[in-house]
Every structure is written in C-alpha cells, then in structure tokens.
C-alpha cells in the first residue's frame, strides 16, 4: 500500500539538508504525494544558526504548493534524560520559553534523539523514563528514530504509552538504510501486538529522497503490519490521526 504522505523532511535550514520548501513540494508531487511535514531541526548542533528558533518561527510555508498540503512541524532535539527538548530554558519573552513559543505554531512536533544527551551514554532506565516522558508530552507529535539512542530500552513499556497518549512511533526510512533494521522490526512487532500507530518518514536532507519509502514497505510486508496502524497512509488519514491524537492527549492532561 502506498504512502501519501512523507511525516519527516528537511530543507536548507537544516545542516547537509539541501533544498527549498517548493523543491520538497514538487518532488512529493512527482512521486503521487498528497501532503509533506517539513521538518527542520530545532538544534543547537543541526541547524546553520545558532537561534533555530527564529529561523524557524520566520521559515515561510504555504498550505499547499504544486497542489500538495504542508503542515508546518519542527524536529526537535532532545536535550537530557528528564525529557527536556532543545531552548526549553532559553526565554523568549517576559512569559514564554522560546520553545514553547515554537511549539504554539508548529502542527507536528517529532522529538528526536541525536546526539547522547548530556554528552553521555544514558542507562536503561534513563532512557526509558526520557521516552516515556516525551511521549506523554501534549505537543509531542512523533518520537523520532529512537532506535538511534544507542542504549537498550524497555520497548514493552514505551509502546504501551504511545499507544495510550496517541503519540506516533516514527519508522524512520533513512534508519534502515543504516543497519538499525533489527531495532525498528521489533519495535514494529511490540507495536503490532499493543496497537500502537506509527508514522513512516524519509527523513530526507533532499528533494530526491522524498517519498521514497522501499525499505520501509519491505519490513512492514516482512512483519504483516496492519495498515490501520499507520498514521499517515493518506492525507486524509493523518489529519484524522492529528485530531486523534489531539482528543486523546487534552483527556490525559
């Protein structure tokens, strides 16, 4: 079953990505797309500026282009093992952080690991309660690659809350392409057995990249994944997850 829309994309306001957001519109048109999310990085080490906040509260996207909808999202790094994500303790103004001032513009939010937080290799349980606690959060769109931790966590308990917050676990497609197709097939499996949705996102840092989704459709034929369970099959089908996931998360605050 092919996949209207591409959850995961960077522009040039990324590091190494290239492009605009008409190039990613135009490659997702090319390749029979209904909607993208671009997705650029919320970073202190992933963006070319150092205030990637107001790059990306400037960042100009239409609704649609080339006859394709964008939603307006952000990924943004996960910064310790409390769960905080990047500039959560950088104020904006008087009364807001300058996260939570992104976060109020933003449709889709993926928090993402990158790079260990706090410089250091985290311990299963650290681990485990960061995801937890990223899942749990009301803005939180998507948990982003987290096979790429790089620590072991407790995926029976992380699956479970996804599926009871309604936040989305990402198979992120550039991941299998570097050897983490053994952690994303398990997790496919726990999420399979527990009933949690997911989302499939290129991940791409090019326009080529789009859309392209052929190792992520091999492991889900591999696994028989339910295609109910895939969040963003259609445009349709993800604004309706969106909402979803809206109702469910204002009923656990």
Known sequence: MPIKCDTHLHTSLSVHAVGSVHDLALAAKNQGLEAIVVTDHCSLQMCHFEQ???VLLAQQLPRFDEGVRIFRGAEIDIVDYKGHLCFYNIPYDAEQSALDRLLDTLEVVIASPHYPPEDRRGSYEEVTEMFLHLIAHPKVTILGHPERIGTDFDLTAVTLAA???GTFLECNHTSLQRNYREQIKKMLQFCKL???SIVV???SHDPQYVGRFDEAYRLLREVDFPEE?????TRADFERALALQKQCKEARK
């Open 52 to 54: 990637s906040v107001d």
């Open 163 to 165: 599926a009871q917050n």
């Open 194 to 196: 527990f009933g949690t």
């Open 201 to 203: 996102g290129s991940d």
């Open 229 to 233: 369970l895939i969040a963003n099959r």
